[in-house]
Structures are given as structure tokens and as C-alpha cells.
């Protein structure tokens, strides 16, 4: 059975970074290399909203236009973890975060997940806060 676990989140002044990392375990490393994991956000009264996916196996990741320059996502290595750098927070960041995965063949599928609804596994959620 795939868990998630996250670590990282918290509370940063505007402009100030954070890390966030999201576990994958109960998966064998070939299925993890064929595994899109993304991280989506949700405000207080808006809809979840998907931030980042990488794929572990072709390396292919998204970004959402929201993000684009500021947040990175990458693998850690060896770690079945996927870890999404944020540096020049924003207010607007201000969300609660979720790990999910979904089982996919190729990196291009992946990174045109956005819909939570294509996620099957997810973790708990990790929330960040941005002070202006």
C-alpha cells in the first residue's frame, strides 16, 4: 500500500524560503520510477490546486505558472522523496500542501496532471504560511 508522508512546511516572512519533502513508500523502486508525484495546494475557500510534478523516472516535471521561477522540484535520490525547494515566498503562497501520486507510464502524462481527481494516493497535508 503507497504512503505518503510530509515534512517540512511552517511559516516564512515574505521572500524567505521553505522546504517541503514528500516520502513515497510501499512501492518498489521500479513502480517508483514510473510514479508522477505532485504537490497541490489549497487555500481556505478556493479549490486544490496542483503546483509541481515530477516524475521520477524521465526526470520531467511541471510548474505552475503561479510558481515558475520560484519553486523547484526534484528528486532525492536513493530516497523515493520528492522534494519541492519554494524560495520567494509570497502572502498569496499562504495554503495548506499535499503530496499525491498517481501511477503513470511516461514523464509527458505526468506533467499533464493537474486535476486532483487523477491522483489516487495522498498524504496528509503540511501547512505554510507566508507573513507579509
Known amino acids: 500500500q503507497v504512503q505518503l508522508v510530509e515534512s517540512g512546511g511552517g511559516s516564512a516572512p515574505a521572500g524567505g524560503s521553505l522546504t517541503l519533502s514528500c516520502k513515497v513508500s510501499g512501492v518498489t523502486n521500479s513502480l517508483y520510477s514510473r510514479t508522477c508525484i505532485a504537490w497541490f495546494r489549497q487555500a481556505p475557500g478556493k479549490e486544490r490546486e496542483a503546483v509541481a510534478t515530477i516524475h521520477p523516472g524521465d526526470g520531467d516535471t511541471y510548474r505552475s505558472d503561479s510558481v515558475k521561477g520560484r519553486f523547484r522540484i526534484f528528486p532525492d535520490s536513493g530516497k523515493n522523496t520528492a522534494v519541492l525547494r519554494m524560495n520567494e515566498l509570497k502572502p498569496e503562497d499562504t495554503a495548506m500542501y499535499y503530496c499525491?501520486?498517481?501511477?503513470?507510464?511516461?514523464?509527458?502524462?505526468?506533467?499533464?496532471?493537474?486535476?486532483?481527481?487523477?491522483?489516487?494516493?495522498w498524504g496528509q497535508g503540511t501547512q505554510v504560511t507566508v507573513a507579509s
Open positions: 499525491a501520486t498517481a501511477r503513470v507510464v511516461g514523464g509527458t502524462i505526468c506533467r499533464g496532471r493537474r486535476d486532483p481527481s487523477q491522483f489516487g494516493n
